[in-house]
């Protein structure tokens, strides 16, 4: 399984993310992505939501073999960050799809490879080739 990191709290982040589901679904992937695995057994944004939605990722990850992150670049989601930081912390790798203009050294360093959502397609996910960062990096 894949996990699939990425926001989704505006029209721009959510048309990306849509995208890269549709493109890892269209290869035969089985992905996990937080915004289709929503818990909607306890009140949005209550306490216990809260606690079900970090479990249900959290144990996503877990279950992974890899890390799909959509990075919007420097300053991105929060919830993405730690997404990406807890799988490489737990030994998975990290594809980080770049589609902002910057990034922050512990995102690109921390990822297998780093490349743009037009590359999704054709990213080979079984020798996980390394991609270096080239751009703009805080």
Not at 51 to 60: G, I, L, V, W
């Amino acid at each position: 399984m894949i996990y699939l990191a990425g926001p989704f709290f505006n029209e721009e982040e959510l048309k990306v993310i849509q995208k890269a589901e549709q493109i890892l679904l269209e290869r035969g992937f089985d992905i996990y992505s937080p915004r289709l695995h929503e818990d909607r057994e306890h009140e949005f944004q209550s306490p216990q939501w809260s606690a079900e939605t970090f479990r249900m990722d959290r144990d996503a990850i877990d279950e992974s073999r890899l890390v799909v992150m959509i990075y919007h670049g420097n300053y991105s989601d929060t919830g993405t960050a730690w997404e990406c930081g807890y799988a490489y912390a737990k030994g998975k790798p990290v594809v980080a799809v770049q589609v902002g203009e910057s990034s922050n050294l512990m995102v690109h360093e921390s990822a297998i490879a780093n490349i743009r959502l037009e590359d999704l397609a054709d990213y080979d996910f079984d020798t996980l080739e390394e991609v270096r960062y080239e751009g703009i990096m805080f």
